[in-house]
């Protein structure tokens, strides 16, 4: 079966990827489905207890029940965490020693949408291989009625966000200590917080406070509303660039439902662009006197190359997606991962994306540099950056367009194919490939300048249009 897209119903598509599964709640998402996979999943998990959060949306609560309900009935211990980010979920795994976590969370993706992220036993997401296995086994599962769920019972866990706070604290007070770095308290300078009033909304402000800010909170309700489009892109995030300013804030502070990605904007209310975050995260690890290489996805900006030979240090890349990153990262035993969506890994705090460990480390870049967060960017090297997609469904020939793009487009390149295409010179890349998520195909380039970006995406949409 595919990773892509299993339809469930003559609407909108159950999506079920690397990232978990995600659907409309009203079309794709009935009880049944989710009883299926709460069950496979339990089924495929070792022995022990299950920890489950979610991400603060509506229609969570009802989602949470029913998959409590089905760990429940599989004879499975809860660890109920409620509204937790996933990095949370992820840290409770590891902290009781769980046989593995969901995240009741569709992302990014509007209010409508909902979905469940599944993590192992070692508080990582699933491989392929097993994501995949998962799958099948919740396809196949002969459901009747769910035995009484009194097998298992549910522990609620209240100190969740405090365990995780301060093992983000300790994992880079442990990094500057061991390079006998001091790093100086943050002396009350205000940074306001667009949690999305999502799962990021406590914990968020909380972690900032106890590094010393003065926090604005200006969408930190918990009640899982969506004031706007909760993808943490510019356009989305006009009220945090006006608070920003109007607070006279050293930064300003968004993430996702689920405070997986990082997105940060400077003292002047400008976007600083989620592909940096993972850039600076960088900078303050090997500041912070690491010695170790990073690793990145594909379609992630090259300014983190450029900081890693800064620090004579390599850069590897891997397929999109936390898991591969991950992988990839323990392969070659780095020190910083993460992706260009605003995720930031730190294995020495857990092996997953997560905005706080994100914060913490730029924020100490900040205070031990005595520098604002606009000059940081000012000292970083820049490129322009396009991503487009277009409309999978529009081309009959998938396989012959990459094939199309191969043979017009690798002269002189360097070529990665297991994720798509990935062409890389040595003043720019190209990165052509199918969502995990969605289904289209993402057009990723980064050069220079403008016009040569813009000629690379070009080339390729027109090589789309003439398949299409």
């Known amino acids: 079966m595919s990773l892509r897209r299993s339809r469930v119903s003559s609407h909108m598509p159950l999506i079920r990827s690397l990232s978990g599964l995600r659907a409309t709640v009203a079309d794709s998402l009935p009880v049944d489905v989710i009883h299926r996979h709460a069950l496979a999943f339990a089924a495929r998990c070792p022995d022990g207890p299950i920890v489950v959060g979610r991400d603060g949306r509506p229609s969570g609560r009802d989602i949470q029940l029913h998959v409590v309900e089905a760990l429940r009935s599989a004879g499975r211990t809860v660890l109920l965490l409620d509204l937790a980010t996933t990095p949370t979920v992820q840290v409770a795994i590891e ?3 769980a046989a593995g976590g969901v995240c009741i969370t569709a992302s990014h993706n509007p209010e409508a949408w909902n979905g469940l992220k599944f993590i192992g ?3 990582v997401f699933l491989s392929p291989e097993d994501a995949s296995a998962l799958y099948s086994a919740a396809d196949h599962l002969s459901l009747g009625s769910l035995p009484a769920a009194t097998g298992g019972a549910v522990h609620v866990v209240t100190n969740a966000n405090d365990v995780h706070i301060q093992r983000v ?7 500057a200590a061991d390079a006998n770095i001091t790093i100086p308290a943050a002396s009350g300078h205000t940074v ?8 990021g909304s406590v914990i968020v ?3 900032l406070r106890r590094l010393g800010y003065s926090v604005v909170e200006l969408y930190c309700d918990g009640s899982g509303r969506f004031p706007h489009t909760p993808e943490p892109l510019p356009q989305n995030l006009a009220d945090l660039a006006a608070a920003t300013r109007q607070h006279g804030a050293a ?12 997105v940060l904007f400077d003292e002047t209310g400008t976007a600083i662009g989620e592909e940096l975050t993972i850039a600076l995260a960088t900078q303050a690890v090997y500041a912070l006197g690491a010695h170790g290489p990073c690793v990145v996805n594909y379609s992630t900006t090259r300014v983190v190359d450029d900081v890693a030979a800064a620090h004579s240090q390599s850069c590897y890349r891997s ?9 990839r990262m323990r392969a070659v035993d780095a020190v910083i991962g993460g992706e ?12 997953g994306r997560d905005s706080l460990v994100g914060i913490a480390l730029i924020t100490a870049l900040l205070r031990m540099r005595n520098t604002t967060l606009s000059l940081a960017v000012a000292n970083l090297p820049s490129y322009a950056m396009r991503k487009h997609k277009v409309d999978l469904a529009s081309l009959a020939h998938a396989a012959q367009f990459f094939d199309l793009v191969l043979s017009s487009m690798s002269q002189g390149a360097s070529v990665s194919t297991d994720d798509g295409i990935h062409l890389a010179w040595p003043e720019r890349w190209l990165h052509v490939r199918s969502s995990n998520t969605e289904p289209i195909l993402r057009i990723i380039a980064e050069a220079p300048d403008d016009a040569g970006v813009e000629a690379m995406v070009d080339a390729v949409v027109q090589l789309h249009t003439r398949l299409a």
């Open 251 to 262: 930064f300003g502070v968004a993430v996702d439902p689920d405070a997986d990605r990082l």
């Open 95 to 97: 902290t009781h020693a």
């Open 121 to 123: 036993h070692d508080g």
């Open 192 to 199: 306001v917080v667009d949690a999305v009033n999502a799962s």
């Open 340 to 351: 260009g969506s605003g995720g930031v890994i730190l294995p020495a705090c857990h092996a």
């Open 205 to 207: 402000p909380t972690l």
């Open 319 to 327: 397929p999109v997606g936390e898991i591969n990153v991950i992988e």
């Open 169 to 175: 604290l300790d994992a880079v007070e442990a990094l």
